[in-house]
């Protein structure tokens, strides 16, 4: 009995051992797959991410594949969706038709401010794509000139908020004028039309309607809030790795971008059916590639004075909303682990 019990024993003790270094180097492997620097965990499936023509970098790494190529070995397909505007990009984050969508640094304060579950993962541009445009025979030469008339823009987006700042910077609010909530594209087409005396235009169309013989009447870089890149939480917590990888491609493309703005431009081009030379007017003059993709205080200190607007004009319920939207939208992490060598063209 005793010899059984002596066997019985250390058999437990060997059970024991075996199932603590099993435990340990399961532990370890979790670790490492929580990791999306280092590991990619995610098989199968897909990414939905959007493209758009106010974010030239999504344009380049559509056309030349390489996220396709990135997560070709993880048997991930690629399903990309046109944005037709920030809000539009907003929506398609809110429902989950889309996991990355690209949006202007107002557009996503205001998502996040009303309740949409998104982080900013990666900055793509800090662009001056809007301004208040008139007809080629307006009379209407100044900001202050637009009291009482009709003025179109697209909610949500950057142009509003851009009007909305124009007007407050000239002694005006948005009650002294009307807005009319059309598509970037239609309110082009109303300003052609006469339905509207201005337009908070957006590039590339607004690039496009200024070669037509359009004219821009006020800009302010400074109101032009950054390019923001923007992951549904969810699908931040469940394919942390695709989304690092999403991001390294980014970065593999910004690099790109800025060594051949030339093809960069004929992208665009393509992609808007615009005029080649509008195109490099937008890329060379009016998009600023070469900024930190980390987002962090350059963001904020924009977004910051954009906020108090969204409870001026009842977007956003109260100061407190967007408060605690400033402290939860952003997400550096993605960004400063950014790897695009990890990327082949």
Known sequence: MRRTSTIVTA???IAAAASLMLTGCVAGEGQAAADPAKSAGTT???LNIDFATYNPLS????KEGWLEKALKKQDITVNWVQSAGSNKANEALRSNAIDVGSTAGSAALLARSNGSA????DIFSQPEWSAI???QNSTITSVKDLKGKQVAATKGTDPYFFLLQSLEANGLSASDVTIQNLQH????AALQNGSVDAWAGLDP??????KAGAKLIYRNVGFNTYGFLNATESFLKNKPDVAQTVVNTYEYARAWALKHPDETASILSDVASIDPAVATTVITERTNLDVSNIPGDAQLKVLKKVGPIFVTTGDVRSQSDIDKALDTLLDPTFAK???PSAIGG
């Not at 344009?59 to 559509?62: Q, Y």
């Not at 594209?185 to 082009?188: E, F, K, N, Y």
Request: zero cysteines.
């Open 11 to 13: 058999v437990a003790a």
């Open 44 to 46: 199968g499936g897909t």
């Open 59 to 62: 344009l380049v790494i559509k």
């Open 118 to 121: 998104i982080k900013t993962i």
């Open 133 to 135: 445009v008139v007809g």
């Open 185 to 188: 594209a239609d309110g082009w």
């Open 205 to 210: 169309i607004m690039a496009n309607a200024e």
């Open 337 to 339: 682990k950014a790897d």
